[in-house]
């Protein structure tokens, strides 16, 4: 079989490993339009249900990507110079510039050609294979050109964000609010090795614009909003990158394929950045894709077992997405309540149920369901699993 996949993220690379081992007579080539070791964004973070997932796909990947990761337990809340912590199970860091290294390596030791500088907008590009894979991520052209046949809608959140990274070793996966005088700004942060820290800062476009963000250049706004985390980040300077403000852009698609052209990764659905899945759910698109190719002979059959078991698994995901990115769309509804309550209720984002009801009536029912067995049966009823184990609160 000839394998085409375009766009070397962590989705075209994957599949493009996963399918040199189910067949190593297989031609696989993956087409990156940047060069080597360019790419955009930071660290990411992922937990043990995708280490699970990606030992069972591929040990040696699965070793090399966990022996290049930081691990966090902690949580941690910086507000009003306040640090309210929670210690549970943790998850994991890694940068994206290393993790796309280590795939890169790995799909090479399989014989995989990698193709760099190469820009492929049209499927005729590589009407040489049996099988195109569109891995061009959530802008991805291939997508773009047949959208009709996909079904596609991109739907734009409405705070403003910036991938940037810190000099700052963040020791606890960090929320760091701060009031300004033109509203709420804050980041998710996170180390991704052992020199360098992830910082996504989000903001409401009123906050963005009444600090004049957009009047300036990426550069000056990282030097305005140094000063407002130096507290947090005890100094240490933010770090740019390749990175630009931008609104979240969610793409689902009800085709993911089109004849031998098949969806993976954010080409196919993006979900929010603040529930960090985008990347496992890539991983698990490539994961999925190998394996129904391996248990159907007939490509179109294949094909559609792996669309229609992908957009199953993505209902819920997309559903925590949704509930995530409203709930700091929605900031003003939580920020007065106390430290505590804030932070229980930030990790509580994912539920359906807390934009229906107050926030202090939510959090008192979440305490009483800790403690009464029936309510905590009624709670995952109505929302998803309460995934959270709140083990421990302190100042
Ligand atoms: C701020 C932010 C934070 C995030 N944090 C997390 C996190 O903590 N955990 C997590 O799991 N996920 C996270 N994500 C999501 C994650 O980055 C993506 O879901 C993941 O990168 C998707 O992988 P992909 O391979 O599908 O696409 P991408 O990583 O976007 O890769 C697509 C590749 O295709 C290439 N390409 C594009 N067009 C073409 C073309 N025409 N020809 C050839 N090549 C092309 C691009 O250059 C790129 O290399 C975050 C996203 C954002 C925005």
Redesign the pocket.
Known sequence: MRIAC????????YFAILMKRRDATSEVTV????PPKR???W????WNDLVESLQAADSTSAAAICANSVKWTDQGLHLRGRWTLHSGRGGY?IG?HRL?ELLTARAIELGVRVVYD????DVRQVCHADLVVA????????RRNAADRFSTSISTGRNK?I?LGSTKVLDTFTFALVRTPAGWIWFHG?AHDGETS?C?VECPPETWSGLGFDRCDARQAVDMLEPLFADVLEDHPLLLGESSW?N?RTVRNEHWHDGNLVL????AH??H?TI???????LQDAIALSESLGEHHDLETALSAYGQGRREALRQPQSEARCSAAWFENIERYVGLGDIQLFLLLRERRSPLLARIPPLLYYRLHMLAEKVPALRRLRRWIGPPARAVYSRWRY
Request: hydrophobic residues 35%.
């Open positions: 375009v766009g070397g993220g962590p989705a075209g690379l087409y990156e339009r940047n790419t955009q964004g660290g990411v973070v992922y860091g994206r796309l190469t820009d492929i907008c891995a061009d991520g959530s802008g991805s052209a291939l964000y991938w996170y992830t996504v931008l979240f993976m990764g954010d080409a993006t979900t950045f960090g899945s985008g990347t496992k759910l890539a």
